[in-house]
């Protein structure tokens, strides 16, 4: 079986752990491996029981690779990722930089795998804060036609990367009374230990933040369909991981509850939870593969219907995600 040569573009961050983790329990046919960081300070990595040191990255040791993960910043995967895809390199890149660049396919296998194509070697990898949507609702979407989505999220704080988490940690420590001295708000604007903020990214002029923005142009993108009427309020919650979702969505067909029960069991990478009662949570949500659907009800308004999204941040949302698009581009050499 043919192994790929790989790099990991933030091989010490929150993603970049899980992602070698995931080549792992996968069984992605990993060969030569390299792991690259900021280069800023001394970071080691483990993979299959080794140790790796990361170093800063360079275009020339990158065209060594065939596949590249991009799980670091922007700026890195705008530095490199053209010019690798250009030269015949897989890129797969985690952050903003290319989502919404008209060139660039928006991947998640379950959606849209078809776009992957040897001609577009770089391929984005969409927010963690709408996958659950996106994967969830789905097989309703192609169905019975969303046409309105209303959605208010709790967000993980993991998804602000790894300062995010030192920040909660450190506050959790002082309130606990078991470290002393002043705070230092590393991530955030505000404390996030037993607190929530309705602010994940900056403000527009219209007072819509950068996630908002990103949920709303980017699921249009990936269910192609630009009419949708998409109204978001993105809110950070003290939770490690799993961003949850709460959304009233709206459709052009009719439906009965029945029916849209089998088409969101039916829909590929959903868990359904049936029972009101056995709804998901970020703790029985994390580390599985899926995005868990859970309080499925009607509302009083036509088409109508009102649901509970839970779904990893750093496994669907970013390290999953990429892993399963790597498997898709395995799978379409063997063909
Ligand atoms: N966290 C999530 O839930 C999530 C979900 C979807 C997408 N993403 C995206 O995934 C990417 C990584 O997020 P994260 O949460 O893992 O962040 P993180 O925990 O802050 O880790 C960032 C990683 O990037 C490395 N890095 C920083 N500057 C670099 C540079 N100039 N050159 C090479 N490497 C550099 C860091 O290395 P050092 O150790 O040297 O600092 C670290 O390994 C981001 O683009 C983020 O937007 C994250």
């Known amino acids: ?42 970071s080691r990595v483990k993979f299959r029981g080794k140790t790796y040191r990361c170093r800063k990255p360079d275009l020339k040791t990158l065209k060594r690779a065939e596949m590249v993960f991009f799980v670091s910043t922007n700026e890195t995967a705008r530095k490199y990722a053209p010019a690798l895809s ?18 660039t396919p928006l991947v998640i296998p379950e959606i849209n795998s078809a776009l992957i194509n040897r001609e577009n070697r770089l391929i984005a990898g969409p927010n963690c804060t709408l996958t659950p949507l996106a994967v969830g609702c789905f097989g309703v979407h192609k169905k019975y036609g969303i046409e309105e989505v209303r959605l208010s999220t709790y967000q993980a704080v993991s998804g602000a990367g790894r300062t995010a ?12 009374g078991k470290k002393r001295g002043r705070l230092k708000n590393r ?6 230990a037993f607190n929530l903020f309705p602010q994940v990214g900056d403000f527009g002029r219209d007072g819509v933040s950068g996630e908002e923005k990103k949920v709303e142009l980017e699921l249009k993108k990936i269910w192609n369909a630009p009419k949708i009427k998409i109204s978001v309020t ?6 490690v991981r799993v961003h949850s979702l ?22 590929g990478g959903v868990k359904y939870f049936a029972k009101p009662e056995d709804y998901s949570t970020p703790l029985n949500t994390q580390k599985t593969f899926e995005v868990t659907v859970s309080r ?13 999204l839970c779904g990893d941040n750093l496994y669907k949302g970013a390290a999953l995600n990429s892993v399963q698009i ?10």
């Not at 329990?25 to 001394?42: A, L």
């Open 234 to 239: 993105a809110v950070r919650v003290p939770v």
């Open 296 to 308: 499925l009800r009607k509302t009083g308004i036509k088409n109508e219907f009102q649901v509970w």
């Open 187 to 192: 991530a955030f604007r505000h404390p996030i």
């Open 1 to 42: 079986m043919k192994k790929y040569k790989i790099a990991v573009i933030g091989a010490s961050g929150m993603v970049g752990r899980e992602l070698l983790d995931l080549f792992e329990k996968r069984k992605f046919p990993v060969g030569d491996i390299e792991m690259f960081n900021s280069g800023k300070k001394p």
């Open 165 to 176: 988490i030192e920040q909660m940690f450190e506050e959790l420590g002082y309130y606990l």
């Open 246 to 267: 709460s959304a009233w969505i709206k459709t052009r067909k009719p439906w009965t509850f029945r029916e849209l029960e089998k088409t969101i069991t039916a829909t």
């Open 86 to 103: 250009k030269a015949g390199v897989w890129c797969i890149d985690d952050s903003s930089e290319f989502r919404m660049d008209k060139n």
């Open 326 to 335: 790597a498997e898709e581009i395995v799978k379409r050499r063997k063909a």
